[in-house]
């Protein structure tokens, strides 16, 4: 079992930055990609960006050069630096690990709101 703990989310205007965490424990030795999904109301749940263990990142269109994606595999946690925020990025945030037996776990969400 893994067990992923979001923090930073919040509300900014457009134009801004927030940076989201996610903690993870238990079988942290079984991880192999994180990463972050968002959920708008009225939408289904997208990629946002994730990140192999190895270092790979992958982003949707939407956030390329806007948004970065790392990790610190000595504290267990992934990073989402988001820089340039519009309204359209508002959504609840989800975190993500992938297991190397491709095992999904998901944190409880975090609430980005960008102002116009």
């Known amino acids: 079992q893994v067990q992923l703990v979001e923090s930073g989310g919040g509300l900014v205007q457009a134009g801004g930055s927030l940076r989201l965490s996610c903690a993870a424990s238990?079988?942290?030795?079984?991880?192999?990609?994180m990463g972050w999904y968002r959920q708008a109301p009225g939408k289904q749940r997208e990629l946002v960006a994730v990140?192999?263990?190895?270092?790979?990142?992958n982003y949707a269109g939407s956030v390329k050069g806007r948004f970065t994606i790392s990790r610190d595999n000595a504290k267990n946690t992934v990073y989402l630096q988001m820089n340039s925020l519009k309204p359209e990025d508002t959504a609840v945030y989800y975190c993500?690990?992938?297991?190397?037996?491709?095992?999904?776990?998901w944190g409880q969400g975090t609430q980005v709101t960008v102002s116009s």
């Open positions: 990140i192999t263990s190895g270092g790979s990142t």
């Open positions: 993500m690990s992938t297991s190397y037996s491709l095992k999904d776990y």
């Open positions: 238990g079988s942290i030795f079984s991880i192999n990609v």
